[in-house]
């Protein structure tokens, strides 16, 4: 399913930030979802994801308590709200749908569809 992000952009440090996922054909409701985020020269890497119901999230250790994954499979898109965001935060984050039988996934191979990635830039 074609995926597209958005949202990203240059905010000071503490600030928040929400990015968006939109997808459009296929059935969204089947597939769980992910963010991931990438820097020049750096593997993609995991940075949260949700089932298909949203009610099953899951995050990696440096974004828990700051970031929250959301779905609404009514309108086809899943959410990235970042606060208290950080310097080390500044990358290009993407989203990415899998429709294995998994509940979620924090690897890349368990994604199918990738978006076009959407940068973030946090300044001190």
């Known amino acids: 399913i074609p995926l597209q992000a958005s949202g990203g952009g240059l905010v000071q440090a503490g600030c928040s930030l929400r990015l968006s996922c939109a997808a459009s054909?296929?059935?969204?409701?089947?597939?769980?979802m992910g963010w991931f985020r990438q820097a020049p020269g750096k593997e993609r890497e995991f940075v949260a994801t949700i089932s298909r119901s949203g009610g099953t999230t899951y995050y990696t250790d440096s974004v828990k308590g700051r970031f929250t994954i959301s779905r609404d499979n009514a309108k086809n898109t899943v959410y990235l709200q970042m606060n208290g965001l950080k310097l080390e935060d500044t990358d290009v984050y993407y989203c990415?749908?899998?429709?294995?039988?998994?509940?979620?996934?924090?690897?890349?191979?368990?994604?199918?569809?990738w978006g076009q990635g959407t940068q973030v830039t946090v300044s001190s």
């Open positions: 054909g296929g059935t969204f409701s089947s597939y769980f």
């Open positions: 990415a749908a899998g429709r294995s039988d998994r509940t979620y996934g924090s690897s890349r191979v368990a994604y199918d569809y």
